[in-house]
């Protein structure tokens, strides 16, 4: 214990303190307007829909504020109830080189809370999105995609992981620097991975058929010369009742897919609408503008590691006496996030910025009345509360919330 574990404990608290207060408001205020529903969606939004929007709403809050105590515990246990550094002591005594002494320690160390995160995960599957509905995956699926997701974590992390912890090893002062463009480098590579390997070890990508849509889908990428490797269908019904629509890859590798579930709920109109909304993040320069933003982040993060590598009373203050870099790899991936907490609402509020931008770009190249329908649709089937409370989303929604943005589209409806 010294000062850096007083000032680890006030911001651990405040942001928890924090978090839980904004939970408590987005709860009091989905339950106080749970009985009407709101003047703009009256026409399109029965009250039985609105209330199960409520209901979802509160049940996955209080879920998450009690995930958020655990999350609290483990982190704490892990740090200063000395977990970490039992580990580390465990590795020291086989004997093993550094960097595999590191490897082991921080392999396991992540096994074990890959583990204490699967009964929240299963309850969140098979008792919340079970109780709305929304559940489509079966035991047997859930195991195999929790094994996989090891599987794979593990033949990707580790290399990737032995690769950081040998340049932080060698390298010398400067190391920071190139394990900084290893990241960098790793991100643009799964970018073209994730789609073409890793995502259809999941699920099933179906080109889409020739037809009326995929006609109508052609002739708006025409529009906004636009060119993609192929307009591909997920078999995202497997698992859950939620609709979406996503781009990946990059570059001359980008894809278009929709989930069968979206396919199913949206008229073709709504879908060009939406699927113009996906382009305008392309066009807006968006996607770029994230990397760079979340390269340079990664990069203030590596250059404070650099700084507090060499300094004892980073571990000391966080219950780790075996000084190493892998112990300071580890201490900051996990404790890093509790200082940048209060920069999630700056990260929100760009987001927020993106989409209303990508929602201009998709009222004028397609039809904004179609988009608004679309929305309307995707707000009802996935059961999204259309009365956040204002503090709550400026803090956390990466989207605009419903009234707001549909206002802002109505904005650009040309009479
Ligand atoms: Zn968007």
């Known amino acids: 214990m010294n000062s850096f574990t007083y000032l680890f404990l006030f911001f651990l608290i ?4 924090v978090e839980y207060w904004l939970s408590a408001r987005q709860k009091n205020h989905v339950l106080a307007h749970r009985e009407t529903v709101p003047a703009a969606f009256q ?3 029965p009250l039985e829909t609105h209330q199960k929007a409520a209901d979802y709403t509160l049940a996955k809050s209080t879920f998450s504020d009690f995930e958020s105590v655990i999350s609290l515990l483990i982190l704490l246990c ?17 004997q093993l080189s550094p960097l595999m002494t590191g490897l082991g320690a921080i392999g396991s160390l992540f096994l074990l809370m890959t ?9 969140q599957t098979f008792v919340i999105e079970e109780k709305f509905g929304f559940n489509k995956s079966t035991q047997k699926q859930f195991i195999k995609d929790q094994l996989l997701g090891l599987a794979l974590g593990a033949a990707i992390g580790l290399p990737l992981l032995a690769l950081i912890l040998w340049v932080m090893d060698s390298i010398g002062s400067s190391w920071w620097l190139w394990a900084w463009a290893i990241l960098v480098s790793f991100s643009l590579l799964m970018s073209w991975l994730f789609p073409t390997v890793i995502a259809p070890l999941f699920n099933k990508f179906t080109p889409m058929e020739d037809g009326a849509l995929k006609q109508r889908i052609q002739t708006l990428l025409e529009r906004c010369g636009f060119h993609s490797e192929g307009i591909f269908i997920m078999d995202g019904s497997k698992r ?13 590798h980008k894809r278009i897919v929709f989930f069968d579930t979206l396919i199913n709920s949206l008229e ?12 305008g993040h392309f066009k807006c320069k968006h996607v770029i503008k994230m990397l760079i933003s979340s390269s340079a982040m990664s990069l203030i993060g590596f250059a404070v ?9 980073f571990y000391e203050g966080l219950g780790v006496q075996q000084i190493s870099n892998a112990a300071a790899l580890l201490l900051f991936m996990l404790v890093s996030p509790v200082f940048t907490t209060f920069m999630s609402p700056i990260s929100a509020y760009f987001q927020r910025k993106f989409e209303f931008e990508a929602d201009s770009f998709a009222a004028e190249h397609a039809k904004a009345s179609k988009l608004i329908s679309g929305l309307v649709k995707l707000y009802k089937e996935n059961a999204n509360t259309l009365t956040p409370d204002p503090l709550y989303s400026a803090f956390h929604y990466s989207h605009p919330p419903a009234a707001i943005r549909i206002a802002h589209l109505e904005s650009k409806m040309v009479s």
């Not at 405040?14 to 303190?17: L, R, W």
């Not at 583990?115 to 309850?123: D, H, K, Q, R």
């Not at 109109?269 to 113009?276: K, M, N, P, Q, T």
């Open 268 to 279: 073709d109109e709504d879908l060009e609408a939406v699927l113009a909304h996906e382009l």
């Open 78 to 94: 892990l740090t200063l109830g000395g977990v970490i550094n039992w580990f580390f002591e465990s590795w020291a005594t086989l």
């Open 14 to 17: 405040a942001s928890f303190a």
């Open 240 to 252: 859950s009742g939620h609709g979406n629509a996503y781009f990946t890859g990059l570059g001359n």
């Open 43 to 45: 026409a399109t939004i």
């Open 115 to 123: 583990l204490l995160e699967l009964p929240a995960s299963y309850y």
């Open 305 to 313: 590691l650099g700084w507090l590598i060499h300094e004892p009373w």
